[in-house]
């Protein structure tokens, strides 16, 4: 049986402990917990009425406007090259059931990649990422590796989920170099692209380094906060490769889902052309994430952790490595007992860095930051528009807590 | 690679015809070509705000609803034996990934039964439909199959798609009768179970024969039009097995789709809970449907074809054996070749049997009547509250090119 999806199955425990009234610091869900900004919500709001399926690629505007959006950011696009689906994450799946060959992903890489290779059959081929950055393997470990395997398809994740890192330029070169010389194709899951911290310059896309065999995914769950909306959309590139694979992911997507809700397409072809209402609300959105998540790793980090510094989105990836010696003396071994006594003994929720095919006894775990702006729309409102969010008595106290939770985590334990 | 659904693909066809200025008939697409109600659109435009993932299996809120909806119907249900999805057509693949076993499909049977059977690694049976109504398997010939064959899986559509029937009551129960005998679990797609022309009494839904292993699956996008907003839900067995089902279903789902759009979700719930306007526009639709497609069935048996009478929703199923030979004189010897020859020598879009599953030789193909309400929204409205919706003269010009066509199609070849 295909188990739940470990970050949704962590979202719907926590909240059912809140909904029970248990206190607990919700870490563990990379959901953007903002509001929806009106301009998009009333493009939504004109939309309904629109009630046909229309094509299953997409409407006409919205894979105009997504032909646009990535144009302006460096990647030259046709309509005829973007497919829309109800996420980005039904689009993966039906790119990993169209491409052939088993799967390398980045170690630790997003929960779901080796999830839906395994419901197509395919086999993952785990590779450590570099110390700089998550989301590329390592380009010597790949290199190894392509010496005794003949995998056909190459996760990216650029922006990185879950370490919160974007990877760096000559490492996508060379991962990229390394696809072309094996004839892997890239996945490129660039759904975090629009939230590095610094903004400029843009992270380089696999796609600017293999134009011709790396596709490219997004969405607007990140970076307008929009995950309960279900708007994905993939970029495949221009030529028979990208119109055989289009065909493919089309062809797995009319017999699954049909196409994507017609009224959410219409509010994606509204934010995929870049109104200056959006562009202001994502750059709040980034000013916010970066505070909360740069604010939670000075408490990992002080508390002894190793972890790499954020710089996009809302996720940190914490090694208690440091820290095993106290924490095995407590019966603390790996990434899920970790992962347990975190929740169980302190109320904070994480996911387990065994749930990303990280190494089951490291100590490592994802944290996203990005349910701590309010319980509220109206605190949500308040933390986006305010200059230091961290001042806010809500989040002021979340990451006390934090830090309360990490110190007795971490503390010597009691004499007898 | 998985073509395109056929259905999609037909509609995708005609209507970039019609956008090229070509003169077709389409009566290629299940589409219900209806507006969308004031009350429904609000309740859509009311939530707008809702951008969170929620739960897979569904809001609370519309769980409950839909739990009502099935209680009322007939069906105790408990909102924990529900799930939503982006269409039902998604949780139909979901549970076919879960069920274990090959596949019984009455032949002919909705197009993606079959795909969807083969993307799951499922092998497919067809069984023949009786003479009187479509969606259940002959039962003596299904009780022939079972003693040969072990499938896990028997999918029944009740009311029908392709035929526009209504399975007799004694032939679903004797269905489900052998699936208890052989331990099959019985999946009813009952999407059309609002549309019966004559209203009263509802069909009797296979889980009131085998309530402990049979799954119904229903949705928005037939009864209220609403097929772009993707809005589908299911119902399991109370219990164990139902229990078990459930879990394996959200689990496929959280790792493709996660979730119906939340927006979505929060109008099903309005359409759910049976509110006056909802039915009295159900009501209208029911009557707009039967009005037309009994017309159509007129013109067609006129014209010598062998047609069940339509009973539910929007679709015939002809068969011109009886024209056979002068068919055969123009080179029509099958399903495929009738479809190609109907559009491209009469504009008149339809869908072979072939894509159904039925013997590629025979001379039947699927008609959907539900496109020729309207070109426009006001054209639709008209056609919901005409009396007789016959008169209007975009829907009397599309039956008298239907006859016209069909005329042509079955007349004596001219002398050379």
Known sequence: MVRHSATLAIDETLRARKAAGQRVLHLGFGEAGLPVPDEVAAALRDAAGRNGYGPVAGSPEARRAAAGWFTRRGLPTSAGQVVFGPGSKPLLYALLAALPGDVVLPAPAWVSYAAQSALVGKRVIGVPVPPEAGGVPDPERLARVLREERPGVLVLTVPDNPTGTVARAEHVRAVCELAERHGLAVLADE???????????????????????????????????????????ARVPAGPWGEELLAGVTGVASEIWSSAAAPTQAAAAYVLDDPPAVLAHVAAARRLH??????????????????????????????????????????????????AALLDEHGVGVLPGEAFGDEPGALRFRVA???????????????????????????????DRLRAALAALTAPPARP
């Open 290 to 339: 970066a505070a909360v998540v740069r604010a939670a790793h000075a408490a990992f980090t002080e508390a002894g952790a190793l972890c790499r510094p954020p710089e996009a989105g809302f996720y940190l990836y914490p090694d208690l490595a440091p820290l095993r010696a106290g924490l095995a003396a407590r019966g603390v071994d790996g990434s899920a007992a970790l992962a």
């Open 191 to 233: 759904i975090y692209g629009e939230l590095v911290h610094d903004g400029t310059p843009p992270p380089v896309s696999p796609a600017a380094w293999l134009p011709a065999r790396t596709v490219v995914t997004g969405g607007l769950s990140k970076s307008l906060a929009l995950g309960g909306w279900r708007i994905g959309f």
């Open 369 to 399: 930051t990005s349910l701590l702006y309010g319980e509220t729309e109206a605190e949500r409102w308040r933390a986006l528009r305010a200059d230091d969010p961290l001042a806010l008595p809500w989040i002021a106290d979340a990451l």
